[in-house]
């Protein structure tokens, strides 16, 4: 059905402006008298996904919830006849209001109750609540749009494996203002993704009105994007259900996405009890309801709703009232174990670009998938990271459009359907895009999901300065990234084979990002020197040690990055031009940080220096110091860093910004005079 061609009472044509004018019109209009016997199934769910949300209104107006519920009474046809279109094995990505869809989908009503009960029996054990569900074949988080590429992701799944199966992605009207939905409609139409968007328009977002909120055409921004577009409204069943079977049919028959726009009504608040639409206008929609006028002309499902309420009522009052532990709720997937274990490093001749590009050679061999901007043949990536690739496996990897988020979410959808993804971030400043992605979606999904989701995603990106590419291309991120629990933060070096991190990555379920530099690409690995032993400590991603063959050390200098590269190389020009004798401790592993080689090495040397590449303040020389410290070695302290201000393009002026080697050696000579007067923690 093609509402834009309604005519109010003058005979004048409704605009999607007139969002309420256009609804009113097809409430008053609509005649559902002959939708049942036949639907009498859709129907009863309608009711049952209505009265489990009019219980939890009653269970929070009496105390017995926590948190917030964002009803969709008045919107359960929406769900259910987009759900009734759907098998076993297709999936939906959901919103905040997202009851409706769940139950539509997966039937699991009793475990939905107990999870907004905070209960152990709940689908995710109570820990999600009202707006991050999971189930087989269901997902659902509050951020608005976030999962609309982790939705293109598990499409993409579906079309690599050549199954006939669908992704249902529901959003509000509301979320037309994120930028990552168009992120999504973009690499779903460039892709040919079976992923149908279901925008839900029910005239408000929170308590902005439509028209106060979406600018133009709703339906014409699909279409831009070449989107086939349908449209229905929940006053008129019969034509919603066909058109909702219509939608489905051609995103499974033609794999290709769909935009599915309904028009509906929300007829109780956003959230709980806060609503300031005018009460009249309320009353109104209230009175057209179909659930309601159905129920009102078929006694029968007068007796249904009544045997639902009971049913319901039984189950809240009998279901065991357990709740998850501390214990149980605490361990995350971050591989936080020091081991003993010492291994001597030795690298093949190699550099360090052609390592790692054999390394994501083996991962795609694998069954791996790798997603980025400009990484196909014949341009190989912005640093050649990737060349050949795509030759040798078409279909895996996937050069995407300048769009960060959307592919940082696409592969995290990859990931959740089993697939190793790699993304690459062209630079890491551009890691700023993707926050979302990494803080509301893959860094959660294993807690709030119940430990039922896995999300072997890895993010790969160029950081640090030192090739005069300015202000947004050269900045080091790494002290906005460690902060995110549940997310391993791995700092890559040519002075270990990257392939080594590659192949540990490979057995790790949980989400990476791996920082590499840009000033490594082109150096050799690491090759041995008779008077330094290089070693690494403590099994997977664990530290590496740079220390003298015959001298003694006397200064901890811990490091990573390209900086760590540097200092390796003249770590001998170090003892001859400041009289220190530094072991050399290169992090590997940014978070969770080992602190357990760098405090075995300041207990010796009573010097502990910190390098790292960004500036210091709040940054990962902070940790370290703190840690050390809360271990009770006591140890002079020092840290050096870049600038606390963005690094300029000025060659000269760029390497007076950044912690080079020169800079180390002239802050250690001023370092070693003063230890002798005041012990204590100095920043540079």
Not at 322 to 348: C, F, H, M, W
Request: charged residues 20%.
């Amino acid at each position: 059905m093609h509402t834009d061609t309604l005519f109010d009472a003058n005979g004048e044509r409704l605009s999607e402006g007139s969002t309420l004018e256009r609804f009113r019109c097809w409430a008053q209009n609509a005649r559902n008298d002959s939708f049942l016997p036949d639907n009498l199934d859709a129907v009863e769910q309608a009711l049952l996904i209505r009265e489990v949300e009019s219980a939890f209104l009653d269970l929070f107006s009496r105390g017995l919830m926590n948190g917030t519920v964002h009803t969709c009474i008045g919107q359960e046809f929406s769900a259910v006849s987009v759900a009734a279109n759907l098998t076993a094995e297709d999936w939906i990505t959901s919103n905040h209001r997202c009851h409706g869809h769940f139950i539509a989908k997966t039937g699991l009503w009793q475990g939905l109750i107990d999870e907004l009960m905070g209960l152990a029996s709940g689908v995710c054990k109570g820990i999600g609540s009202s707006q991050h569900l999971f189930a087989e074949g269901f997902l659902s988080n509050g951020p608005q749009g976030a999962l609309l590429p982790v939705g293109s992701g598990i499409a993409a799944h579906f079309k690599l494996k050549r199954m006939p199966n669908i992704v249902a992605s529901f959003i509000g009207e509301g979320t037309l203002g994120e930028g990552v939905v168009y992120e999504a409609l973009n690499l779903a139409a460039l892709r040919s993704l079976p992923q149908l968007f279901v925008c839900e328009n029910n005239g408000y977002s929170q308590s902005t009105p439509q028209t106060a909120g979406v600018a133009g055409s709703i339906t014409d921004r699909a279409a831009a994007f070449g989107i086939k577009v349908f449209e229905a409204n929940t006053w008129q069943l019969a034509d919603l259900f066909e058109t909702a079977s219509a939608a489905a049919s051609y995103v499974r028959d033609e794999g290709k996405p769909a935009f599915l726009l309904m028009g509906t009504y929300r007829l109780k608040a956003h959230s709980k009890g806060d609503d300031d639409r005018d009460p009249e206008e309320i009353a109104f929609f209230e009175e057209k309801d179909s659930l309601a006028r159905l129920v009102a002309d078929h006694p029968s499902l007068e007796k249904t709703r009544t045997a639902l309420r009971n049913t319901i009522a039984t189950h809240i009052e009998s279901v065991e009232k357990t709740r998850i532990s501390v214990e149980e709720y605490r361990p995350d997937q971050l591989p936080r174990k020091s081991g003993a274990k010492s291994t001597a490093v030795s690298n093949e001749r190699i550099r360090m670009v052609q390592a790692i590009n054999q390394g994501l050679e083996k991962a795609l061999a694998a069954g791996g998938m790798l997603l980025g901007e400009d990484i196909c043949d014949p341009y190989g990536g912005a640093f050649k990271v990737t060349k050949g690739l795509s030759t040798r496996f078409p279909e895996q990897v996937i050069g995407s459009p300048i769009s960060e988020a959307g592919i940082a979410g696409m592969g995290a959808g990859l990931a959740l359907m089993g697939h190793e993804s790699y993304v690459e971030i062209m630079f890491g400043d551009f890691m700023t895009n993707i926050f979302d992605q990494l803080i509301n979606n893959v860094s959660k999904f294993h807690h709030m999901y119940a430990f039922q989701a896995s999300v072997p995603v890895r993010i790969r990106t160029p950081m640090g300065g030192k090739r005069g590419y300015g202000p947004t291309h050269s900045q080091s991120l790494e002290k906005h990234l460690v902060g995110i629990d549940n997310l391993l933060v791995l700092a890559a070096t040519s002075l270990e084979d990257p392939r080594q991190m590659t192949e540990e990555l490979s057995g790790y379920p949980g989400p990476a990002i791996v920082l590499e530099n840009k000033t490594d690409y082109g150096r050799m690995l690491w090759q041995d020197k008779p008077e330094l032993t290089l070693k690494k400590l403590g099994g997977d991603y664990g530290s590496l040690v740079l220390a003298p063959t015959t001298r003694q050390p006397n200064v901890t200098l811990v490091c990573y990055g390209g900086t760590a590269r540097e200092l390796a190389d003249k770590v001998e020009d170090l003892f001859v031009e400041t009289d220190c004798v530094a072991e050399l401790i290169v992090l590997t592993k940014l978070h969770p940080l080992d602190i357990t080689p760098i405090t075995r090495s300041v207990s010796r040397t009573g010097t502990l220096i910190v390098v790292e590449d960004g500036s210091c303040p709040f940054g990962i020389g902070a940790e370290v110091l703190a840690q050390v410290a809360e271990a009770g070695v006591a140890a002079n302290v020092y840290r050096i860093g870049a600038e606390p201000v963005p690094i300029p393009s000025i060659g000269e002026l760029e390497h007076e910004m950044l912690p080079t080697y020169e800079r180390v050696a002239q802050r250690l000579r001023k370092f070693k005079e003063g230890l002798r007067a005041t012990p204590g923690i100095r920043r540079s």
